[in-house]
């Protein structure tokens, strides 16, 4: 598997396997077909409910931890310095192990200067070993960025040929913070199949417009970790390292990004105000 090197000098996977909306149940046997088709980087959060399910499939795998790399993320619920540090361990005995590979904040809201702090001292303690960000626009990751004192490792956003994130990457450059893909093939969007330039591509490479999209984003050092819950699906998605695509063709690709939708913004107050209370439906003690 292709590595990229973070800001700290480790190597994490440019490709990985991501869980969200993998049901807990489902998810120690999604993990186990991921691992076992080859998948090393797995990206879960404290907000998927599902880290036990990843925990189970990595003890059950033959795969050594240090061939593993875990990424999972700190919820809004556990904001602030105290509270991030007492999920930190909560996450790392859902996941069955004594280290968390790259530890993220979820999202830009409540508190998250103070669950930075915490998650500096777990990079300290030996907890984790990388410490980054998700859904952070330009402005807050800069804020974050600027007074931290550990550079963030990775940004985390919405990242796919129909949202390609420019302007973010240029701010993320000064830090040495990657690109890191959610939604890389966005999300099963109809687009990306009947689009006529990723068909065109397709049938160029021979490959499907799930595998163009990938390429795209790993030829641009973006780490990206598509979902699926098939073995075939998720073999696909791994075969993307024996083609590149010419330099007119990563441009043509460039064409179909698309201005922000104000809807699924996180400036968007109704998203933040449904982000916030999100974890009611899982946890209704859930206080902040
Ligand atoms: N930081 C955040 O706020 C955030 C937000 C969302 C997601 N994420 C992370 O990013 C990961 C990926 O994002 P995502 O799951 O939202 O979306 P995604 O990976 O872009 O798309 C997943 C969808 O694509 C389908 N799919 C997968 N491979 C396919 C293939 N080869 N051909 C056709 N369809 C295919 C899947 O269906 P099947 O499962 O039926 O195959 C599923 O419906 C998540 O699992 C999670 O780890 C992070």
Sequence with gaps: ?????????????????????????????????????????????????????????????????????????????????????????????????????????????????????????????????????????????????????????????????FSQQWDAEAEMIPYGTRMMAWAPLAQGNVDLQSDSRMTALAEKYQKTVQQIALRYLIQRDIIAIPKSAHLQRMEQNLDIFDFTLTPDDMAEIRLLDRPADFNSSHRNPNLVKFLLNYDKQFNPDANR
């Design 1 to 161: 598997m292709q590595t990229i090197k973070l800001n700290n000098g480790i190597e994490m996977p440019i490709l990985g396997y991501g869980v969200f909306q993998v049901s807990p149940q489902e998810c120690e046997r999604c993990v186990l077909d991921a691992l076992s088709v080859g998948y090393r980087l797995i990206d879960t959060a404290q907000a998927y409910y599902n880290e036990e399910g990843v925990g189970n499939a990595i003890v059950k795998s033959e795969v050594p931890r240090s061939e593993l790399f875990l990424t999972t993320k700190v919820w809004v619920t556990n904001a602030g310095e105290d509270k991030c540090a007492r999920s930190i361990d909560e996450s790392l005995r859902k996941l069955r192990t004594d280290y968390i590979d790259l530890l993220l904040i979820h999202q830009p809201f409540g508190d998250y200067p103070g669950t930075w702090r915490a998650m500096e001292k777990a990079v300290k303690t030996g907890k984790v070993r990388a410490i980054g960000l998700s859904n952070f626009y330009p402005d807050r990751f800069v804020d974050l960025a600027e007074y931290a004192e550990i550079k963030p490792a990775v940004n985390q956003l919405k990242t796919n040929v």
